[in-house]
C-alpha cells in the first residue's frame, strides 16, 4: 500500500496524504478495543457457552471453554479480512494500478 501510494501521489502531496492516513488508521484502534471487549463478553462468550448446532461447528474448530468466544472474534475478523482482499484484488481500479 505504501509503495502503491508513494508511486501514485504527487510528492508535494504525500506528507498530508500519508499523515492523514495514520490518524485514521491510529484513531480507530481505541474504539477496536472497545468494541472487540464488549463483543467477547456480551455476545461471543455467551454464544460459545449455549448450546446450538452453530456453536458446536464453531466448538471443533476454537474449542470451548475460557477464551472460546475470543478466538472465534480472531477467526471472524480473520476470514473477513482475507474476504476483503481477495474481493479488492478482483476491483477494476486496483487491478489499474499495475
Known amino acids: ?8 501521489i504527487p510528492i508535494e ?3 498530508r496524504v500519508f499523515s492523514a492516513r495514520d490518524a485514521l488508521q491510529y484513531s480507530i484502534i481505541p474504539i477496536s478495543y472497545l ?3 464488549v463483543l467477547a463478553d456480551y455476545y461471543f462468550k455467551p454464544f460459545m457457552t449455549t448450546p ?4 458446536r461447528f464453531f466448538s471443533t474448530i476454537v ?8 478466538a472465534l472474534i ?3 475478523s480473520s476470514l473477513t479480512g482475507t474476504c476483503i482482499c ?3 484484488l ?3 481500479r486496483f487491478r489499474e494500478l499495475n
Open 35 to 37: 468494541l472487540g471487549g
Open 52 to 55: 446450538s448446532a452453530l456453536q
Open 1 to 8: 500500500m505504501t509503495t502503491l501510494m508513494r508511486n501514485n
Open 90 to 92: 478482483y476491483h477494476k
Open 13 to 15: 502531496l504525500q506528507a
Open 86 to 88: 481477495i474481493l479488492g
Open 63 to 70: 474449542e470451548t471453554g475460557a477464551g472460546s468466544g475470543l
Open 74 to 76: 480472531f477467526l471472524c
